[in-house]
C-alpha cells in the first residue's frame, strides 16, 4: 500500500486464501477472520511507514474493501520483489563481467585511467550509440556482416522490382505507339471529335427510313428497264405484249372448253 507509506510496500502477513470455504461453514468466523488479516495488513503498512493507524469503523464494506486492496498490496509487493531480485541477479552478473573485463584490460594494459580522454569519451559514445541501436555485441564487424545478411533479400526484391518496372516501361511505349498509329488512322478516315456512336446510329436509322420510302419508286423503275427508250419500240413492245395476253386468254378458254367436253 504505497499511496499510505509513500514508498515500496514491505512484507506483510499472507492473506487467507481459504476463507470463502470459511464463510461457508461459519459467517461470524470468516468476518473475524478478515477483521485480523486486514488489521495485520494495515499494522505492517503503518509501521513501516512510522506512522499511527487511524481509527477505522469495520463494517463488513470497510472491511471487503481493505481485504481487497491487502490482496491486490500483497501481489504487487511480490512481483516487484521477483522483479527486485532478478535486478538484483543480472547486476551481480554484469559486476562479475565488468571485473573480467577489466582485469583482461589491465594485463593488455588498456586500463581506463590510462587511455587518453578521446579515446574514452569515444568508447562511451560508441557504448551509448550501441545501446540505442539495442546492439548487446559492439563489434562492428559483426554489426556489419549481419547488415549484409539483411541486405541480400532486399537486393533481390529490389531486382524484382527493377525488372518489373522495364516491362512496364516497354508496354507503356507499346501502348503509346499503338495510340499514335489508331490516331493516324483516324485522321486519314476523317475521323472527327464530332463522329460519336450515338451520331452513327442515328444515320444508321435515317438511312433505314429513306430506303422504306425509295423502295416503292425503285420498284416502279425497275418495272420500266424492260421498255426500249423508243416509244415507237415502246409501242410495238406493247403491241407485243397484247397479242400475248390475247394468245393466252385464247389458250385458256380453249383448255377450259376442251375440259367441259370431256366431263360431258
Not at 3 to 19: Q, R, W
Not at 122 to 145: G, H, K, P
Not at 187 to 214: C, F, Q, W
Request: with cysteine; hydrophobic share 35%; glycine share 4%.
Amino acid at each position: 500500500m504505497s499511496e499510505i507509506g509513500g514508498g515500496s510496500d514491505p512484507p506483510s502477513p499472507p492473506l487467507s486464501v481459504t476463507s470463502s470455504e470459511a464463510s461457508k461453514s461459519s459467517g461470524t468466523g470468516f468476518d473475524a477472520n478478515r477483521i485480523a488479516e486486514v488489521k495485520a495488513w494495515l499494522v505492517s503498512q503503518f509501521d513501516a511507514a512510522g506512522k499511527d493507524i487511524p481509527d477505522f469503523e469495520y463494517t463488513p464494506r470497510s472491511i471487503a474493501h481493505l481485504h481487497n486492496i491487502a490482496t491486490l498490496s500483497q501481489a504487487k509487493t511480490q512481483a516487484a520483489t521477483i522483479v527486485a531480485n532478478d535486478f538484483r541477479q543480472k547486476a551481480a552478473e554484469y559486476r562479475s563481467q565488468a571485473a573480467r573485463i577489466r582485469e583482461i584490460l589491465e594485463h593488455v594494459g588498456l586500463v581506463q585511467e590510462s587511455l587518453p580522454s578521446n579515446v574514452v569519451s569515444s568508447s562511451q559514445v560508441l557504448a551509448s550509440v550501441a545501446n540505442l541501436l539495442n546492439i548487446r555485441d559492439t563489434e562492428l564487424s559483426r554489426t556489419l556482416a549481419q547488415l549484409e545478411d539483411d541486405i541480400l533479400p532486399c537486393e533481390a526484391q529490389m531486382e524484382h522490382w527493377k525488372t518489373n518496372l522495364a516491362i512496364m516501361e516497354s508496354k507503356e511505349r507499346q501502348y503509346l505507339q499503338q495510340y499514335s498509329n489508331y490516331k493516324a488512322m483516324l485522321n486519314r478516315v476523317g475521323y472527327s471529335p464530332e463522329i460519336s456512336h450515338g451520331v452513327l446510329v442515328e444515320m444508321a436509322e435515317h438511312r433505314k427510313d429513306l430506303e422504306k420510302k425509295t423502295k416503292p419508286i425503285l420498284d416502279t423503275l425497275r418495272s420500266y428497264q424492260d421498255l426500249p427508250p423508243d416509244k415507237a419500240l415502246a409501242a410495238l413492245a406493247i403491241e407485243d405484249k397484247k397479242r400475248q395476253y390475247a394468245a393466252a386468254e385464247k389458250y385458256l378458254e380453249d383448255v377450259l372448253q376442251s375440259a367441259l367436253a370431256t366431263s360431258e
